[in-house]
């Protein structure tokens, strides 16, 4: 047997909000089953992050049988919100372009602008097999992805990360680590493998699974948030951008982009395929 397994599986199910994590998941072409379906904007419809909001890492989403989720928040009413009725579609905006969702009940919409402080609404991507493509630089005809930052799943290791916070404790900001795996927000976390040996992964299967590998995770200050605070610090971005620059990112894990279904399980064998 191989020595790279699942040491967890993440999902979350309202971007950037925490999730869960569930001992197996279904593969949909478009990441794993439930995440990131739904997204906080602004009234002008924009996409509300942890960019610009470093609050909602306190806020956790839960996914519900029928597709809906359980929202709680500090300070909050825990609110269950329904996968909303087919009805007019309505276009957000997320890095510059437009995607076509539905919004939610008034309720979240209230739920969530009393807890940010900002008029906001949540919106659902009904049809994620048509909504929205991979980038075209990176993609294969027809791969669509959710509301995540750009690709169906992210994959991290627990030893890149190892090598990660080992940097981190000879720098200037030693304080601020080491960083637990959630600053980085993976679907997928591997254990067994060697640092950064992610970078090369073409091609592997887990499960039933197959997934390509499309091109390297590049971080932004959301990886600064203590996802348990919503304090930012410097790190991992100035460990990042000395050690980790690949072309124009500060990388730590991989984009995959599923090419034959099935379901994953933490314990499931990772296998290197090319």
Request: charged content about 20%; some cysteine.
């Amino acid at each position: 047997m191989s020595n790279l397994y699942v040491q967890a599986l993440h999902v979350h199910p309202v971007k950037s909000v925490a999730g869960t994590a569930p001992d197996e998941v279904t593969v949909e072409p478009w990441g794993l089953s439930g995440d990131r379906r739904w997204a906080v904007v602004d009234f002008e419809g924009t996409v509300i992050t942890q960019r610009q909001q470093a609050r909602l890492a306190l806020a956790t989403a839960r996914p519900l049988g029928s597709g809906g989720v359980a929202l709680s928040a500090p300070g909050m009413a825990d609110l269950l919100v329904e996968v909303p009725e087919p009805g007019p579609l309505e276009p957000v905006v997320l890095f510059g372009k437009k995607i076509e969702t539905v919004v939610a009940a008034r309720a979240a919409a209230d739920w969530f602008s009393a807890y940010l402080g900002v008029p906001a609404r949540l919106v659902h991507m009904d049809d994620p097999a048509v909504r929205r493509p991979v980038d075209p630089q990176y993609a294969l005809p027809g791969e669509t992805v959710s509301l995540a930052d750009g690709y169906p799943l992210l994959i991290t290791t627990l030893a890149s990360l190892d090598a990660l916070n080992s940097l981190i404790a000879q720098g200037e900001h030693a304080d601020e680590g080491p960083l637990p795996m959630n600053r980085f927000r993976p679907n997928v976390v591997v254990a067994g493998a060697e640092a950064w040996a992610e970078d090369g992964w073409q091609r592997i299967a887990i499960g039933d699974a197959v997934f390509r590998g499309a091109r390297e995770c590049g971080r932004c200050i959301v990886t600064t948030t203590d996802q348990a605070t919503a304090q930012r610090g410097k790190e991992p971005l100035k460990t990042l951008g000395r050690h980790r620059r690949i072309g124009k990112s500060l990388a730590f894990g991989r984009q995959l982009v599923p090419v034959r279904l099935g379901t994953v399980r933490v314990g499931d064998e990772v296998r290197v395929l090319q």
